[in-house]
């Protein structure tokens, strides 16, 4: 069960992989997460569903190795079995006919905003796209990003790629050239781009969608971990969310809570350093503990 | 051993249960109750005079034939002690250590009247780790009804109804949405109170007997729906708990450091936090941990805190401070009795007629302080107990710098997602018969913390009983919906 049927490496630190799980690509849709775990020491981890193939039973996700367990998952191949995936969870997003709709995609938030972006073009809508990341390197799907939206641009921080920018800044300029036009936009990325973008589209008025990826456990409702405050009071982002209204969320509260086990991060990626990673030349060790 | 007279049994004290002593079991995760040893337990089933109409029976929600039981005890019968037993209970390990006997058949123990009673669940519990050692009872299957039925959820509830559907000869699969079954028998107990090896044998053993499928990994609602259940089952059985938690609605509840007790319960049990980095899910422990409420939860809550500020401390030692902060008196403490005394052995600190009123952050987002406000008892409210209320002025801060609510739980409404004509009270609950369990939607019965809110293993899985009995009779036509 859940087995690695494709596995492709994106850059050093993201990786791509295709997973058998019938169940969750025959109910998945744009918007929604699962859960992973590895091992029988694991730990739950929430990841947005980049992909999926109801014909073929798999799903596809893509992460970047951040932490010990995104760093262990790095070193799975095909053929290797997840202990746990279980979804599809969170509500998907609400597609519709808006007529001119924004997506934004930050690293590897791209992906999640892939299926989004697709749906949206297949209801109708005409699709402007914005995909940023730190390098050329890290930027991934341009080609799948194209081929669903109308209008695509790319931005790298360093400008190694496309346009030396943050994705706020051309967002900023089409809400300036199109007033009115656009009529809802959907952002997805590291909590710091996504509270950005926020801010940009404030004084426009345009309905702006972000998609949270808090700490999680179960992902089912049951540990509140996820909480997040928005103007309504807190809310679980794996029940509730995981899209909110931008605007009504807390992003001091939300990008404190996300760094509260920072300190715990940091000591497993040093021991998974240790024990797995070869120290003259930084191959790591495949990951069975 | 001799026949005494009623006289002689009465004279023999209640034995004593051993138990790790404070001091030590405060450092380490391990069981605190070790349970009879065989003398101890036979010396302990002389004591009961076999009743002619024994009340402790009418105590037990699943009606366990209690003084039989205790006879095969007695004359060293075990493997009939556990044939007796797994005739109404099937998980006698985990109810001999979870369920609150002194209320249930204990209350009703005649010897209670002027002594002590008999100690029935330190009795059960010795049957119950005798057969998992040793295996001597084949539980069987009935002949094939040929009928599907769906149970949705693995914890108490459910694991009843499942065994109970299975034994008479129904095809039971069960729908657990976590990757280890048991609910809140894993989630939320602690693995001092009941080692997940019990656990997890205990339902292998019944799974495998009676040939009940597992699903791990379904969260009923989003990987597949209750009409998608009913369309391919004759029956549904709903034992999905009470999971959600509650937060208090005070300021503050978003700091770091403010977590439910099911996140820290989960983290500490079910991902096993207390050994991280070795496993890979971290939990914090604070200097000065305050858990608010006042029930076993709460309980179990502070105790997990103490062996972790033990565990994360250099000398071993517990480091550091635990408060149970309840807003009622010590009269209205709805934990029980054998835990409140556990944790007060082992050094939490109960601030009674206490309630929060704000969580104080400091400039990282990270608590630092609690707002409370000192209550005083005022007229019995609804639940018959008297209402706590406000002492004007009476606000002081207490440092603290982690906040667990223990305050209660509701059920998880994903599970309603797609469930056809499922009706629900206004506190969203599953709505019952609470002899059948039939819900108001046809073949869709539902038993346990799902109706009732929070509530206990035993009552869970007399829900679950009855539930299972009033399922075959449908599914056998003797009773129409």
New interface residues.
């Given amino acids: 069960m859940y087995r690695i049927v494709e596995k492709q490496v994106l850059s050093d630190v993201t990786k791509l992989m295709v997973v058998e799980a019938p ?2 690509a025959r ?1 998945a849709r744009a918007g929604q997460f699962i859960i992973v ?1 590895m091992h029988d ?4 981890i929430p990841l947005t569903i980049a992909d999926y193939d109801r014909d073929a039973g798999t799903i596809t996700m893509i992460f970047q190795e951040v932490g ?2 995104t760093m262990q998952m790095g070193t799975m191949e095909v053929g290797d079995e997840f ?7 969170g509500h998907p997003t609400e597609i519709e006919s808006y007529g001119k709709v924004m997506c934004v995609g930050g690293g590897v938030g791209i992906a999640p905003v892939y299926p989004i972006a697709r749906e949206l073009k297949e209801a109708g809508n005409y699709v402007i796209s914005v995909i940023g990341a730190r390098t050329k390197e890290l930027l991934l799907w341009e080609d799948k990003m194209r081929a669903v939206s109308d209008e695509l641009i790319v931005t790298t921080d360093d400008g190694s790629h496309g346009r030396k920018a943050l994705v706020t800044v051309p967002i900023k300029e089409i809400l300036e050239a199109q007033p009115g036009q656009i009529a809802k936009i959907w952002a997805i990325g590291p909590a710091i781009m996504m509270k950005f973008v926020a801010a940009t589209t404030k004084p426009f008025n345009v309905p702006t969608v972000v998609s949270l990826n808090t700490i999680m ?2 992902g ?6 996820c ?3 928005t103007e309504e ?2 809310k679980f982002v794996c ?1 509730d969310g995981p899209e909110f209204d931008a605007q009504t969320v ?1 992003w ?2 939300l990008l ?2 996300m ?3 920072r300190s ?2 940091a ?2 990626v040093e ?1 998974w350093r240790n024990t797995h990673q070869c120290k003259l030349t930084g191959a790591v060790a495949k990951g069975a503990e | 051993m001799a026949e005494l007279t009623k006289k002689e049994r009465m004279k023999i004290p209640r034995q004593d249960m051993p138990v790790q002593k404070a001091d030590d079991r405060v450092k380490n995760f391990n069981e605190v109750a070790l349970g009879f040893t065989l003398e101890l337990a036979r010396k302990e089933a002389e004591r009961c005079l076999q009743c002619k109409e024994p009340k402790c029976m009418e105590g037990c929600p699943v009606e366990v034939s209690i003084p039989e039981f205790i006879e095969a005890v007695r004359s060293g019968d075990m493997t009939e002690a556990v044939r007796i037993m797994k005739d109404k209970n099937n998980l006698p390990a985990i109810c001999g250590r979870v369920c609150p006997q002194e209320v249930q058949c204990e209350s009703r123990c005649i010897l209670g009247k002027k002594g002590e009673p008999v100690a029935i669940g330190r009795i059960e519990r010795f049957v119950g780790d005798f057969e998992l050692d040793c295996s001597t009872c084949q539980i069987g299957r009935g002949p094939s009804t040929g009928k599907k039925v769906a149970v949705v959820g693995s914890g108490p509830a459910s694991l009843t109804c499942a065994v109970d559907l299975a034994r008479m000869g129904h095809d039971v699969t069960i729908f657990e ?3 280890t079954p048991g609910g809140v028998l894993v ?1 939320g107990i602690p693995e001092f109170r009941l080692p997940k090896a019990v656990i997890r044998a205990e339902i292998e053993t019944a799974a495998k007997a009676l040939a009940i499928e597992i699903l ?4 009923i609602g ?3 729906t209750i009409d998608e259940l009913a369309a391919e089952h004759d029956a549904i059985f709903l034992g999905t708990g009470a ?3 509650m ?1 208090m ?1 005070i300021p503050g ?2 700091l ?2 403010v ?2 007790a ?2 820290f319960l ?2 500490v049990n079910l ?2 936090g207390y050994q ?7 939990v ?1 422990i604070g200097n000065k941990v305050a858990v608010i409420g006042a029930g076993n939860v709460a309980m179990d809550s502070a105790r997990c805190s103490l062996r972790l500020q033990s565990l994360r401390s250099k000398n071993g030692q517990p480091e550091g401070e635990v408060h149970i902060v309840y807003r009622r008196s010590p009269a209205e403490v709805p934990a029980r009795l054998e835990e409140v005394h556990h944790a007060q052995e082992e050094g939490v600190i109960f601030d009674f007629l206490t309630n929060p009123v704000e969580i104080i952050g400091d400039e ?3 608590v630092r302080a609690m707002r409370c406000i000192r209550m005083e008892l005022g007229e019995p409210d609804a639940s018959g107990r008297r209402s706590p209320v406000p002492i004007k002025g009476s606000e002081f801060e207490m440092e603290v710098d982690q906040v667990i609510m223990a305050l209660g739980t509701s059920p ?3 599970v309603f997602i797609n469930a056809g004509g499922l009706e629900r009270s206004r506190h969203g609950t599953v709505v019952a018969n609470q002899e059948t369990g039939r819900t108001t939607m046809k073949g869709v019965w539902a038993g346990g913390d799902v109706v009732t809110g929070a509530a206990t293993v035993i009552s869970a899985m007399g829900a679950g009983k009855r539930a299972a009995a009033d399922i075959d009779r449908y599914l056998k036509g003797e009773s129409s919906w």
């Avoid at chain 1, 020491?41 to 739950?44: A, S």
């Avoid at chain 2, 791990?216 to 969260?219: F, R």
């Fill in positions: 169940q969750i109910k775990l020491k694991g730990e739950r010990k367990s202990k746990t995936i279980v979804g599809p969870l456990v179960d089912t409702g049951m540990c509140g971990g909480r997040v405050l009071g807190a029940v807390d001091n509260s404190s809570r760094a509260f086990y715990e991060e000591e497993a021991r | 949405s976590l990757h989630y791990t990994d379904h969260v989003r990987t597949l999971g959600l938690p937060f609605r509840i978003n770091n450091g977590m439910s099911n996140e989960t983290r991902m096993r991280f980095p070795e496993f890979d899910t971290p914090k990282k987002g990270a998880n409404p994903l």
